[in-house]
């Protein structure tokens, strides 16, 4: 069973900056394609972007599109989300969870093994 663990969230002025990593142990991770999630005080969570396994395709929310980015280290074992242009809306608890499947190249994916999530604060 794959444990995550997510961290580099805090506090940001909108317009900053922020990189999120999510280290990943006790399984195969470089065989499954990684996400990222997002929940507002409130809401529901919500899909943010995606990598498959090998760090060669990606997928993104429109919401964040042409802002984040999401990448992996599989020697590292980690899972990255580059977040630029941040607006007060971003503000969340971040989480990231791996495919349920091995080895699938393209989106859509299937997510579990989630992490105890990391609060990202965007200040207007």
């Known amino acids: 069973q794959v444990q995550l663990v997510e961290f580099g969230g805090g506090l940001v002025q909108a317009g900053g900056s922020l990189r999120l990593s999510c280290a990943a142990s006790?399984?195969?991770?470089?065989?499954?394609?990684m996400g990222w999630f997002r929940q507002a005080p409130g809401k529901e969570r919500e899909f943010v972007a995606a990598?498959?396994?090998?760090?060669?395709?990606?997928h993104y929310a429109n919401s964040v599109k042409d802002r984040f980015t999401i990448t992996r280290d599989n020697a590292k074992n980690t899972v990255y989300l580059q977040m630029n242009s941040l607006k007060p809306e971003d503000t969340a608890v971040y989480y990231c969870?791996?495919?349920?499947?091995?080895?699938?190249?393209?989106?859509?994916?299937?997510?579990?093994?989630w992490g105890q999530g990391t609060q990202v604060t965007v200040s207007s």
């Open positions: 969870a791996t495919d349920l499947v091995e080895f699938r190249s393209t989106w859509p994916f299937d997510f579990g093994s």
């Open positions: 006790g399984g195969t991770f470089s065989r499954y394609a």
């Open positions: 990598i498959n396994y090998s760090g060669g395709n990606t």
